[in-house]
């Protein structure tokens, strides 16, 4: 598990912790950067869970293609190492079940406009399609701006019962109507 956002430390503890990967395989706030995850065994991970925010395109000047919210290098000159794009995304060689996008702002803004919510859908294929181009045979992404307790409570409960021997399909439906 990964994390941008200190809310999320608890999501991506208890996920870590079911899973059995435990604090070995966890990276948190500044450390989570581009290079980390470049350089993280992702190939051999069966899930990926990745705890930050999401952006389409248009919502910043600077992001023009669906990304994930990461921290920046440290001493980096501009902000472009703070975004892991939907294209960098179709470098990386998984085998992961499940990815899991615990992330806000994939439905966008209300105007209109490239990052607009009548493209939303669009844009948010792009990001998940290319986890599967890259190798992910399942992913957990949301439509809409996730509020951090629900969204932690979901996915928590949700890798509990994944753990108990249920399928990504079942543990969510029974996270979900817990919450």
């Known amino acids: 598990g990964l994390a941008r956002l200190p809310g999320t430390r608890e999501e991506v503890r208890i996920s870590a912790i079911l899973?059995?990967?435990?604090?070995?395989?966890?990276?948190?706030?500044?450390?989570?950067?581009?290079?980390?995850?470049?350089?993280?065994?992702?190939?051999?991970?069966?899930?990926?869970?990745l705890a930050t925010h999401a952006l389409l395109p248009g919502e910043l000047s600077c992001v023009q293609?669906?990304?994930i919210v990461v921290s920046p290098a440290r001493g980096a000159p501009d902000a472009s190492s703070a975004f892991l794009r939907a294209t960098d995304v179709?470098?990386?060689?998984?085998?992961?079940?499940?990815?899991?996008?615990?992330?806000?702002?994939?439905?966008?803004?209300?105007?209109?406009?490239?990052g607009s919510a009548a493209n939303a859908g669009e844009a948010l294929s792009g990001l998940a399609r290319s986890f599967f181009f890259a190798g992910a045979r399942g992913l957990l992404v949301t439509h809409w701006p996730a509020v951090d307790q629900a969204a932690?409570?979901?996915?928590?409960?949700?890798?509990?019962?994944?753990a108990g021997g249920r399928d990504s399909a079942a543990a969510l439906r029974g996270a979900q109507l817990l919450l």
Request: aromatic content about 4%.
């Open 19 to 49: 899973t059995g990967v435990g604090e070995r395989g966890t990276t948190f706030g500044e450390a989570f950067t581009l290079e980390a995850l470049r350089r993280a065994d992702l190939g051999s991970s069966r899930i990926i869970h």
């Open 65 to 67: 293609e669906p990304s």
């Open 90 to 114: 179709l470098n990386f060689r998984l085998d992961a079940d499940l990815i899991i996008l615990s992330a806000c702002n994939t439905a966008g803004p209300a105007s209109g406009g490239p």
């Open 152 to 162: 932690a409570i979901t996915v928590a409960d949700m890798m509990r019962r994944q």
